[in-house]
C-alpha cells in the first residue's frame, strides 16, 4: 500500500536526537494546500490556430493541426486486402540450407529427437517453415492440413531436403501427411488417431492453422467472422485439449505452442481486422489459462506472437499494394518485416527442454512492432 508522502518524509528524518527549534504560530485554515499542487492556467485568449502546441491537442477543432492529425494511428476504411481463395494460394516454398548436421556447439537441450511433433496448418506458410525446424531439431512430424494433397506433397519435399542436406545418414525422420477441418471435433478426433497410428505417439504440438481477413466491424459478414473464429480459436482449443488429454492418458509430459499473433495485443493500421485482433488475443490468453490448468502434468503451453511476417502470401499481396508495405515496414523499429525462417529457433525454443521452466509466456517475434 502507498505510504501518504508526509508519512515518508517523517521516516527519512535522522534517527539521532536533534535539537529543533519551534516557533508557535497560529495555523489559518485558509491557507492549507493539497502538498502537491498544479496551478490552473486558463487564457480565454488561447488560440489553436496560433498555438501549435493547442493544435495538437482536442481543443483545436478538427483539422486545426493539419490534414495528417491521427491519420497514420487509425484504420481506414477503404483499405480492403484481396486474400485469394483456398485452391489459388501461393505454396510456401522449403526453405534451403537450414538442417544437416554441424560442429557448433549447442546446447542439447535443444534437441527434440526421440520426439513426435505435430503441425496444424502445417502444408504453407508459417507452419511448414517452423515443421521444417522441428525436423532439422530431430522430431519426426505429423502435419495436418486442411490440404492433404499439399501436406502430402510438403512431406516428401520435408524429407528429401533433409536427406540432401544430412548425406550418408540412413534414418530419415517419420514425416506424415494429415487432413483434418480445424473447427469439426470430429474431423479432429480422427486426425488425432490417424497421427497416433502412424507415430504411436504425439509429444508437442504447434496450432498454426489460422487466417485473416480484412473487413471494418459493421459490413464484417457474420458468416465469415464464425468460420474465422472457428479456424483461429476453435481449432486451438480442439488440437490442445485432444493433445493434452493423449499427454495425460500416457502420463507424459509435452509441450504446447500456439500460434498467436501481435495482433493480439495491439490494433493493426490500416487495415481493419477487429474480429482477427480479437481471435488472436483469445489465443494468446487461451495459452496463459491452459499453462496454469495443466501444469500439474507436466503440460507446457507458450505462445508465439510473430509480427509481420513474408510468407509466399504476405510477399503476393505486397508486391500487389506497395504502399501497404511501405507503411507496415515505417512502424517496425528494426525497420523490416520479418520472414518465417526468424521463427525457427523460437517454436524450438518452447517445445524443447531448454525452456522446461517456462510455460504461460508470449514470446513476441515482431522486430520491435509491439514495442511502440
Known amino acids: 500500500m502507498f505510504q501518504p508522502t508526509v508519512a515518508r518524509s517523517i521516516r527519512a528524518l535522522p534517527t539521532r536526537p536533534v535539537a529543533l527549534a519551534v516557533v508557535s504560530r497560529p ?26 502546441l493547442l493544435a495538437a491537442t482536442t481543443k483545436a477543432p478538427e483539422g486545426a493541426s493539419g ?21 489459388e494460394m501461393p505454396a510456401q516454398p522449403i526453405v534451403q540450407g537450414r538442417g544437416g548436421m554441424h560442429f557448433k556447439r549447442t546446447l542439447a537441450q535443444f534437441s527434440l529427437e526421440n520426439k513426435v511433433s505435430m503441425v496444424t496448418g502445417g502444408a504453407r506458410g508459417l507452419g511448414l517453415v517452423m515443421a521444417q525446424g522441428l525436423v532439422a531439431s530431430g522430431s519426426d512430424l505429423a502435419i495436418v492440413d486442411l490440404n492433404k494433397e499439399e501436406a502430402e506433397e510438403q512431406a516428401h519435399k520435408l524429407i528429401e531436403q533433409f536427406r540432401k542436406e544430412n548425406p550418408g545418414l540412413e534414418e530419415m525422420p517419420n514425416v506424415t501427411a494429415h487432413y483434418a477441418d480445424v473447427a469439426d471435433p470430429d474431423s479432429v478426433n480422427k486426425a488425432l488417431d490417424e497421427c497416433l497410428a502412424k507415430h504411436g505417439q ?43 488429454k493423449h499427454l495425460m492418458e500416457r502420463n507424459a509430459s509435452g509441450s504446447i505452442v500456439m500460434i498467436g499473433s501481435m495482433s493480439g495485443s495491439i490494433v493493426n493500421v490500416p487495415q481493419p481486422q477487429a474480429p482477427y485482433n480479437a481471435a488472436k488475443a483469445a489465443v494468446r490468453h487461451l495459452a496463459a489459462s491452459l499453462a496454469v490448468e495443466w501444469a500439474g502434468h507436466d503440460i507446457r503451453v507458450n505462445c508465439i506472437s510473430p509480427g509481420y511476417m513474408l510468407t509466399a502470401l504476405t510477399r503476393k499481396i505486397l508486391d500487389e499494394n506497395p504502399q501497404l508495405r511501405d507503411k507496415w515496414t515505417s512502424l517496425i523499429p528494426v525497420g523490416k518485416m520479418g520472414t518465417p525462417e526468424d521463427l525457427m529457433g523460437a517454436v524450438t525454443f518452447l517445445l524443447s527442454d ?16 509491439t514495442l511502440t
Do not use: C
Open 202 to 244: 504425439i509429444d508437442n504440438l504447434v496450432t498454426s492453422a489460422g487466417f485473416t481477413e480484412n473487413f471494418e466491424a459493421i459490413s464484417y459478414p457474420f458468416d465469415r467472422m464464425q468460420k474465422l473464429w472457428g479456424v483461429n480459436v476453435d481449432g486451438t482449443y480442439l488440437f490442445a485439449t485432444g493433445v493434452a
Open 27 to 52: 495555523v489559518l485554515s485558509s491557507s492549507l494546500r493539497p502538498l502537491s499542487y498544479t496551478a490552473i492556467r486558463a487564457n480565454k485568449k488561447d488560440d489553436p490556430k496560433k498555438d501549435p
Open 67 to 87: 490534414e495528417h492529425e491521427g491519420r497514420f494511428a487509425r484504420t481506414d476504411e477503404s483499405v480492403h486486402i484481396p486474400y485469394p481463395p483456398d485452391s
Open 354 to 369: 531448454a525452456s522446461k521452466y517456462i510455460t504461460g509466456a508470449d514470446l513476441r517475434v515482431d522486430g520491435g512492432y
